[in-house]
């Protein structure tokens, strides 16, 4: 079993800039991809950002050029560099791990979520 711990949330005017952690913690596993999505009241959850174990990043459009994803492989940790927020940031953002899962086959891990709030 996989663990993911996120952290780093919290309430930034716009403009600002917020740094979110995910830790992966548990039994002997490896970690395929990793990434961050996010919820905002009445809208579908929707990819952030991911990253790849050889460190292949890609970003929503929204996102582009404002967020950075990277990863930390020996500590399980990714992280998400968040500037220049804006109000349509808002939103809970949930951490993902994929971990291979027996044969041809991945199992996707979720963070209970993070709340970044950004105020105008």
């Known amino acids: 079993q996989v663990q993911l711990v996120e952290s780093g949330g919290g309430l930034v005017q716009a403009g600002g800039s917020l740094r979110l952690s995910c830790a992966a913690s548990?039994?002997?596993?490896?970690?395929?991809?990793m990434g961050w999505y996010r919820q905002a009241p009445g809208k579908q959850r929707e990819l952030v950002a991911s990253?790849?174990?050889?460190?292949?990043?890609n970003y929503a459009d929204s996102v582009k050029g404002r967020f950075t994803i990277s990863r930390d492989n020996a500590k399980n940790t990714v992280y998400l560099q968040m500037n220049s927020l804006k109000p349509e940031d808002t939103a809970v953002y949930y951490c993902?791990?994929?971990?291979?899962?027996?044969?041809?086959?991945?199992?996707?891990?979720w963070g209970q979520g993070t709340q970044v709030t950004v105020s105008s």
């Open positions: 993902n791990a994929e971990v291979p899962y027996r044969r041809n086959s991945v199992f996707k891990y």
């Open positions: 548990g039994s002997s596993f490896s970690i395929n991809t």
């Open positions: 990253i790849t174990s050889g460190h292949s990043s």
